[in-house]
Nanobody
Framework: QVQLVESGGGLVQPGGSLRLSCAASRSILRINAMRWYRQAPGKERELVATITSGGSTNYADSVKGRFTISRENAKNTVYLQMNSLKPEDTAVYYC???????????????WGQGTQVTVSS
């Protein structure tokens, strides 16, 4: 069974930092792009950051300069380092990956279950 498992969410004060992790199960043999999304109450899910298999990154304007996405391919893991957090960063954060359980063929899209990040004093 393919799983993406997020961790690292929690409650933090404005200006603080958190590091999210998302680990893919061992059944995944290949991963292409990996992404972090977030969804705040009453809002649509939005793309926060993307990292390609080659390490190229892209960020939403709202998090540029504050968030950093990275990946550790040997561990099938993607990270999101979040600094200078603001109350408007409060949301459920989801990881997403284009992955395959085969050494060939097309990729499928997988989602994690989400982890809550709350920024509040």
């Amino acid at each position: 069974q393919v799983q993406l498992v997020e961790s690292g969410g929690g409650l933090v004060q404005p200006g603080g930092s958190l590091r999210l992790s998302c680990a893919a199960s061992r059944s995944i043999l290949r991963i292409n792009a990996m992404r972090w999304y977030r969804q705040a109450p009453g809002k649509e899910r939005e793309l926060v950051a993307t990292i390609t298999s080659g390490g190229s990154t892209n960020y939403a304007d709202s998090v540029k300069g504050r968030f950093t996405i990275s990946r550790e391919n040997a561990k099938n893991t993607v990270y999101l380092q979040m600094n200078s957090l603001k109350p408007e960063d409060t949301a459920v954060y989801y990881c997403n990956a284009d992955a395959s359980t085969r050494s060939w063929g097309t990729f499928a899209v997988y989602w994690g279950q989400g982890t809550q990040v709350t920024v509040s004093s």
